[in-house]
């Protein structure tokens, strides 16, 4: 065999190996594990049944807690998607966004939607996942030309949980090792790049004293304003009128979602006033400025903020000063990630 020959076997062997694949032991996309209890939750006779999954029982500080929320109804209803405020699943973080999955179950001949949350303990302890609630209205019930329609809820129990610590088992004693030979290492090409990179930061550097000279400023230095510390003050203002106390519980989501849209296109220059919640939710979806919770956050105050608004709903005081609270730590959190 000649040189030619064992150079186009060599090619041919680095192809074959690299498209052959190994045994796929991952679980695939969309796909999770089945929980490992399940509370059911109905309201008398009405055709619909919220079920609500958790993973384990008892988890480990280093692992993840899935909570799946499945609800089961019938043709004639519509559903609002459940709202867990951080009061709900803390001391755990959220750390994925919940997403819909539709299902039409032509056994049951029902329609299944469920949301998959995620979380991550913060300590060790025994805990509980504290009820909330969950909104449908029925077709049946709605009137051609009248603006009332009634809203029912279905709530959840506690649904206990457990979270130990990790504790290391002992640990093989960890030698000194001897003769220890380093490797020759060139430093031509950690020279060069570190040369190259400090010519560019240079000039970016100059590039930026000389507009920062020349810029004109738009608008004098008195008319800056820091939203942050405005919405904070609004948000004050807020609740000093004292509308849960007065029952004005309507009147105190139309403000609160006012603050909270002025706060997000002023702070990060979207156009939250001008959008519907679900265009806005589906724009901020992939936008850096925003982590998980706090999208989190958004899509499920916004969703009851518009409950009450178009569906004459009456929250009550609690989910009223829930609802204060969160607005309050979103603006909050995000002068945390400018400080880190």
Not at 153 to 160: N, R
Not at 164 to 181: C, F, M, N
Not at 212 to 237: F, G, T
Not at 316 to 324: E, I, T
Request: hydrophobic share 35%.
């Amino acid at each position: 065999m000649n040189t030619r020959s064992l150079f186009y076997c060599l090619i041919l062997a680095f192809f074959l190996t690299g498209s052959c694949k190994g045994p796929d032991t991952q679980t695939p996309a969309g796909e999770s594990q089945p929980p490992e209890v399940e509370k059911r939750f109905n309201l008398g006779g009405a055709p619909i049944e919220v079920v609500v999954g958790l993973s384990a029982v008892s988890i480990e500080l280093t692992d993840f807690l899935t909570v799946t929320v499945r609800i089961e109804h019938g043709e004639s209803v519509l559903l609002e998607p459940p709202y867990l405020s951080e009061s709900v699943y803390a001391p755990l973080i959220l750390v994925q966004t919940p997403r819909e999955d539709l299902f039409w179950s032509e056994k049951q001949g029902r329609i299944i939607k469920t949301w998959i949350y995620r979380f991550e303990p913060m300590r060790s302890g025994e805990f509980h996942l504290k009820p909330f609630r969950v909104f449908f209205r029925l077709e049946s019930e709605k009137q051609p030309k009248s603006e009332q329609w009634p809203v029912y809820k279905i709530e959840t129990g506690d649904i206990p949980y457990k979270v130990t610590s990790v504790v290391l088992g002992d640990q093989p004693d960890i030698r000194d090792i001897k003769d220890l030979i380093l490797p020759t290492y060139d430093y031509r090409p950690l020279a060069v790049t570190s040369t190259v990179i400090g010519v560019i930061g240079f000039m970016l550097w100059v590039g930026y004293r000389m507009r920062q000279r020349y810029r004109k400023l738009d608008l004098p230095l008195e008319a800056v304003i820091d939203y942050l510390s405005e919405s904070l003050r609004r948000l004050d203002d807020l609740e000093a009128q004292d509308y849960i106390s007065r029952q004005q519980h309507e009147r105190l989501h139309v403000e609160l979602s006012a603050v909270l849209r002025y706060y997000i296109e002023n702070r990060f220059g979207l156009r939250a006033r001008e959008q519907t919640t679900e265009e806005f939710i589906r724009e901020i979806r992939y936008d850096p400025h925003f982590a998980t919770e706090q999208q989190a956050i958004l899509q499920q105050f916004l969703g009851l903020a518009d409950l009450v608004k178009f569906a004459t709903y009456d929250p009550g005081s609690d989910a009223s000063r829930d609802a204060m609270n969160t607005v309050r730590y979103f603006i909050e959190s995000t002068r945390k990630t400018d400080e880190d």
